[in-house]
């Protein structure tokens, strides 16, 4: 459940941080990105599969798109869920999300989500839902990001 913060003045500060990773044939591969408040996202993305390294990429984003970051998170709720009865990490792997947004801390942890079938089972099936698609989300405007900024040759003359 999120922790209220004390509400000081200049204390409503933003961050936000997801993983996902597992340890298994190729060694530890994961994803990671955080969003910091002056708009700063990091991204890391370690698959050995195929001899693939550890990607790392940095890039300062607008402040629209934090807001549209904001925005995503406001929608989907998850500042009001609490990851008590979610599935602990296990060989399958984790995933990790810190939250700060709203004078809110949260910071969840659960098994990888593979498809929203992984949570039938689940005591907290609206939870993990409304998780599960938070991180579709923002995985998908992180991956536009990234490859919109790194990926786009410029036009040759």
């Known amino acids: 459940m999120a922790q209220e913060l004390p509400n000081t003045a200049g204390n409503d500060k ?9 340890h298994g044939k190729f060694g530890h591969e994961f994803l990671e990105f955080e969003f910091l408040d002056n708009g700063l996202l990091r991204y890391a993305n370690n698959s050995k599969y195929k001899g693939h390294d550890l990607l ?4 300062y984003v607008s402040p629209a798109v934090i807001k549209e970051v904001k925005r995503i998170i406001d929608e989907s709720d998850i500042l009001k869920e609490d990851d008590k009865y979610w ?9 990790e999300i810190e939250i700060l947004h709203r004078n809110n ?6 098994t990888k989500i593979g ?5 039938q089972d689940s005591e907290d099936q609206d939870g ?10 923002l995985k998908c405007l992180v991956f536009s990001l990234i490859t919109v900024h790194f990926k ?4 040759q003359n």
């Open 14 to 22: 933003f961050y936000l941080r997801y993983y996902v990773g597992h």
């Open 105 to 110: 801390h949260i910071s969840f942890l659960t």
């Open 87 to 95: 599935p602990e990490p296990d060989d399958v792997g984790r995933q």
């Open 56 to 59: 790392k990429k940095q890039v």
């Open 115 to 119: 498809s929203l079938i992984d949570i």
């Open 152 to 155: 786009i040759k410029p036009i």
């Open 128 to 137: 993990l839902k409304c998780f599960y698609y938070l991180v579709q989300d």
